[in-house]
């Protein structure tokens, strides 16, 4: 028994509708590559770390004191008081002296130089 094969052919309005579709989800992959590579990609490579040799040029202890707040399970939490300590260092690379921060948020938030 031979299977009947059945056409369907779209109206004009719906032939237009998919191609609308299929260009839109083209033109999206499209933009998202020259975002990825254009814009992306620099911006990636530009966040990478250079090393650097750092010499301690001094430390200071203010006598301010800062407030954490710290957990050791699920019904103990806690506040102390911590002192602060900066250490003053010596950039190889720029050759300036800069306040030494834990990581790359905190010298954002808070971009002191020694002068």
Not at 2 to 15: G, I, L, T
Not at 34 to 50: A, H, V, Y
Not at 71 to 97: A, E, H, M, R, W
Request: hydrophobic share 40%; aromatic share 10%; net charge negative.
């Amino acid at each position: 028994m031979a299977k009947m094969r059945v056409s369907y052919e779209y109206s004009e309005a719906e032939d237009k509708s998919i191609r609308l579709g299929l260009f839109l989800i083209v033109c999206g992959i499209l933009s998202l590559f020259i975002l990825g590579f254009c814009w992306l990609s620099p911006t990636l490579q530009s966040m990478q770390s250079k090393p650097a040799n750092c010499t301690v040029v001094s430390v200071l202890r203010p006598e301010e004191m800062f407030e954490c707040v710290f957990t050791c399970g699920s019904d103990c939490k806690g506040t102390s008081l911590y002192p602060c300590l900066q250490i003053f260092v010596n950039n190889s690379q720029s050759n300036s002296v800069a306040l030494l921060h834990f990581d790359e948020q905190q010298l954002v938030l808070n971009p002191k130089v020694n002068d």
